[in-house]
């Protein structure tokens, strides 16, 4: 997904995952509507654990970030590490944030070939994965 410069909203985060690492590590942006499938707007390799920057367009609205290790080339599979959390795009920057993938967590209605949701929300938190942090003034890298 291109974005201009100053039509931009930056988010940073620090992931970590502790286990093996065969495969390849991915960052999946998802919409989610109601009646809907989830839509894939934008997906970046990850190189790796570590410092993480990635920039949408401002006042995008909701987004479900979903950090990945695809060991199967085929977008997040059960048993994958993986961590998932909503996020509201705005007109600020999103700095601070720290992202765990775990094997135990539950995608819920962001899993790939899940039935669409009746109402639009967040996927379930607090099954595993994790991400944190607040909004202020991101730092360049």
């Known amino acids: 997904m291109e974005v ?6 930056s988010l940073r985060w620090k992931w970590a995952w502790r286990g ?21 707007v934008h997906q970046v390799a990850l ?36 961590a998932v959390r909503g996020v509201q795009v705005g007109q600020s920057p999103l700095s601070g ?18 039935p669409p949701p009746k109402t639009a929300g967040p996927p379930p938190e607090e099954e595993g994965g994790s991400l944190e942090g607040s909004s202020q003034a991101a730092a360049g890298r």
């Not at 201009?4 to 909203?9: I, Q």
């Not at 990635?54 to 590490?81: I, Q």
């Open 4 to 9: 201009a410069p100053d039509a931009a909203v």
């Open 97 to 114: 944030l720290a992202l765990t993938l775990s094997t135990s967590t539950d995608l819920g209605p962001l899993a790939p070939g899940a």
């Open 47 to 82: 190189e790796g654990p570590g410092p993480f920057h990635l920039s949408l367009p401002a006042g995008f609205g909701e987004v479900h970030l979903v950090a990945y290790l695809d060991r199967n080339d085929n977008r997040p599979s059960p048993g994958e590490p993986v």
């Open 20 to 40: 093996h690492a065969e495969g390849a590590y991915r960052l999946d942006v998802l919409t989610l509507a109601e009646g809907e499938p989830p839509e894939l």
